[in-house]
């Protein structure tokens, strides 16, 4: 007898794939991580294949999971898609989203496109800046939602997924260990930014910020002449630059937060389109840039 594939084991089984790991999988579904392990089992059961290779330190995927991801998130789009359309069909007002320049400029595009043609009384204002600068603007009504980076040991906000950060430069760039670093990044308060000098700090290694820019694009050229690098989320990596990670004098960095962040008064139309993004920035794919 054939078992249908459960909404709820789907979730949390997308979660794991996204996080690749079961306790933050458990938090981004607001499960314990017991209950998530049970979840995927289960759901292993129902398909009679292995998801998941788990070891102590690690979580990966395997090709039956692979496969049944592409299939997990267009039922899961398509189960919310009739929820929102039957529950909330009139939907309708302007949501006034901050977000920092490099998701505005690759991430949150294609996301809201998607979202308006669901719900197309929605209109939508995007504000540019970081985090730091648009959480008050939230507290203070000027904004509807943000979309915000977090260091994973302070996290705010709804978490969509965690995401590896990476030193980046241009594909013939040369790191001379005994020259200060040159330092393309965005303006002070950016957690990125904040990151990638403590690294730097961690180690000792001396360098210089030759352009501090809220501009993806800006930086995006300044790196384009190989002597510099910047620290940037996979997922906003331009096509143009690579990953220079394991090159002399460039320590390792941590994952970071992206959460979304709304206010607890938020309308109907506000938390709806908070759901939307929450949902569909922790199941985007991300890309490495080689």
Not at 160 to 170: K, Q
Not at 178 to 195: H, K, Q
Not at 229 to 245: D, F, H, Y
């Amino acid at each position: 007898m054939k078992r249908d594939l459960e909404m709820d084991l789907l979730r949390s089984f997308v979660a794991v794939a996204a996080h690749r790991n079961f306790t933050r999988a458990a938090e981004a579904v607001g499960r314990t991580q017991s209950a998530v392990s049970l979840q995927i089992k289960r759901l292993e059961e129902i398909v009679e294949k292995r998801l998941f290779e788990r070891t102590r330190q690690s979580v990966s995927i395997t090709q039956t999971g692979e496969a049944l991801l592409v299939y997990a998130n267009r039922i899961l789009a398509a189960n919310d898609a009739a929820l929102s359309h039957l529950q909330r069909p009139e939907v309708e007002g302007l949501v006034r989203i901050g977000a920092p320049d490099d998701y505005a400029t690759f991430m949150i595009p294609p996301l809201l496109s998607a979202l308006a043609r669901e719900h197309p009384r929605l209109q939508f204002e995007v504000t540019c800046d970081n985090a730091c600068d648009l959480l008050p603007q939230l507290k203070q009504g000027q904004l509807d939602l943000v979309v915000a980076t977090h260091r994973p040991d302070a996290v705010a906000g709804q978490i969509a997924r965690y995401e590896p950060l990476h030193w980046v430069a241009a594909p013939d760039f040369m790191d001379d260990p005994e020259e200060p670093l040159s330092l393309v990044l965005f303006p002070v308060g950016c957690v990125c930014r904040e990151i990638a000098l403590d690294a730097l700090k961690s180690v000792d290694r001396s360098w210089r910020i030759t352009y501090s820019t809220r501009s993806i694009g800006l930086m995006e050229k300044a790196l384009q002449d190989g002597s510099a690098v910047s620290a940037m989320e996979v997922s906003v990596i331009p096509s143009g630059l690579r990953i220079v990670e394991g090159a002399a004098g460039l320590p390792p960095l941590p994952e970071v937060v992206i959460s979304v962040h709304q206010s607890n008064t938020a309308e109907a139309h506000v938390s709806l389109s908070a759901d939307f993004l929450l949902k569909k920035l922790g199941q985007k794919e991300t890309h490495a840039v080689s």
